[in-house]
């Protein structure tokens, strides 16, 4: 991989380190790249979250696409997952997303789908970010060749009645309280609560371009939490700036995360014999209540790296049909390609209403293990060497043996950060806190 993309497209702080002429060469490299073998005009979808640079963004995008002879069609503000649907239902041959995701409004992205709505893979982020080294080498249609831009928001109501249509019956009955962190949700979320006949009432739905994630959605819950309580809520669900992820909050305002989450929505599909071969994928960071919960349901667990691409990637290639993260970025391969938020919202409140049980009685499936983590500070040369090293390894066995299997140590390092990460989870949070600083001084005093 290059240093452009991470490992979900290109991010920085918008007009310092993601320019509107870095978008522009985006936008031409990304249009010949994904669609240099189309036998006709390309058209490529278009989509921003709320943040104030969006449109700035988009325009410089564009007009790259435009370069290529390619034809942007742009919907405005919808969510991520909206635009891996749409790519898919309207025949397109890529699409782009400009949304930071979670990150606060300063930062802004680009990322990238192929005609089959799926996020890029590494190989061909590559061959964008080589040819952004050289587009003075593309080759630039004139004349009637130069590429078109068309607005075509109301496409969106294909997305809603897609996803109102994934659920066997309506939401009727059900007090929902949805957090839209001031961002793509803000205007879908409540049409799709509202079509499948929830009563609702909606908070952080506002965006002026600065508010996007800010002291609100899926990164700060207490509000929701709070909120949920006070108005007597059923349900709260909170999104991230570009719904691709939600968290949930029970009547009782506890906060309720994608493994849990994915524990009820899980259960309930191998109950109804929907759960593809019996499986569910998630990652190495997930709590180790979950692993306990699906020995205990006899559900077979896959662990993954850290990232919705490698859960996504297991998914595809041993046919499984649920997967995520903690985080709340859950993948449900029958309906999208992509984590969807929304998606993930709707099915959790359909086992709420199918259930009759308050959320708090569903979450009990899965014990929540107490997790801690830890930064180690060392130097990027030596970040690796704790799997090597005799006394770190001696450290970590004595903490796990101490659990009894009721607990565990995860280390890993940091992918961007002269940093090993420790992640500690047990029953007891005296004894985690204290060996989750025992080893990270350790590892941080033997390999600085």
Known sequence: ????????????????????????????????????????????????????????????????????????????????????????????????????????????????????????????????EELLQNTESLALPTG??????????????????????????DLGGLRVLLD?????????????????????????????????????????????????????MQVGIAFDGDADRCLAVDELGNIVDGDQIMSIVGLDMKNDDKLANNTIVATVMSNLGFKIMCEEQCINLECTPVGDRYVLENMLANQYNLGGEQSGHVIFLDYNTTGDGLLTAIQLLYVVKKTGKKLSELTSVMKLYPQVLRNAKVTNEKKYYYKEDEEIQNLISQAEAEFCGKGRVLIRPSGTEPLVRVMIEGENQNAIDAWANKISEFIEKKLS
């Open 180 to 232: 839209c962190a001031n961002g793509a949700a803000s205007k879908v979320a409540p049409m799709v609560l509202k079509k499948l006949g929830a009563e609702i009432e909606v908070i952080h739905n506002k965006p002026n371009g600065l508010n996007i994630n800010q002291k609100c959605g899926s990164t700060h819950m207490g509000d929701l939490s709070r909120q949920v309580v006070g108005r007597k």
């Open 1 to 128: 991989m290059g240093n452009l993309f991470g490992t979900d497209g290109v991010r920085g702080v918008a007009n310092l380190e993601l320019t509107g002429s870095l978008a522009f060469h985006l936008g031409q490299a990304g249009a010949y790249v994904l669609t240099k073998e189309t036998h006709r005009q390309p058209k490529i979808l278009v989509a921003r979250d709320t943040r104030i640079s969006g449109l700035m963004l988009e325009s410089a995008l564009v007009a790259g696409i435009c370069s290529m002879g390619a034809k942007a069609i742009c919907i405005g503000v919808v969510p991520t997952p909206a635009v891996a649907f749409l790519i898919r239902e309207l025949g397109l041959d890529a699409g782009v997303m400009i949304s930071a995701s979670h990150n606060p409004v300063e930062f802004n992205g680009i990322k990238f789908f192929n005609n089959a709505g799926y996020k890029l893979r590494d190989e061909l982020e590559d061959e964008i």
């Open 144 to 169: 009637a060749e130069i590429g078109t831009w068309e607005i075509k928001e109301d496409v969106i109501n294909l997305y809603v009645d897609y996803l109102c249509d994934t659920l066997p019956s």
